[in-house]
């Protein structure tokens, strides 16, 4: 990769920050399948586009349509899903956008080379906090009854691990998705992302 070299560009960051007027990040929704994820970064998204925000939401699903449908489920394969999605969400935050992830991302290791290939300030981990028993009660893909047939090897959650982050910038827990769309948009307000 010696012959490699990355270019910088006449329109940096700082002036799409400028132009955009808000701050970029990537918000990285991490937790359960049926945890919420989806439907919290897809309201939340909807809000920020709502206030004139600049956002782009990359999910799990869509990704696997395109940018990784060579890619399984089993470790090695999550663990190059997520390291490409990073990439995409670091190139989209250089875009100055802000940037909403619904990724399972089981591996604590796979969360923290996202937070590390970004700037600093730029990754905030949202755990989506939701008990193993109700994601398997919504089991909206019929995922969990597959899991526990034995249909679906490698399962986060049944047959393979999920390591909850340790120290989350934010914790969605026993709440609305009005009420989590709500506790994101005061983080971004307070912490300057957003106006």
Known sequence: MSNIVWHNHTVHVEKRKEKLGQKPAVLWFTGLSGSGKSTVANALENRL??????????????????????????DKSRIENIRRVGEVSKLFADSGLLVLTAFISPFQEDRELVRNILKEGEFIEIFVNTPLEICESRDPKGLYKKAR???????????????????????????????????????????????
């Open 49 to 74: 586009f709502s206030r004139g925000n600049f956002t782009y939401l990359l999910d799990g699903d869509n990704v696997r349509h395109g940018l990784n449908s060579d890619l399984g489920f089993d």
């Open 149 to 195: 047939s034995g249909e679906i090897s490698d399962f986060t959650g049944i047959s393979s691990p999920y390591e909850a982050p340790e120290n989350p910038e934010i914790e969605l827990q026993n709440l609305s998705i009005e009420e989590s769309v709500q506790k994101i948009e005061n983080y971004l307000i307070n912490k300057g992302y957003i106006i």
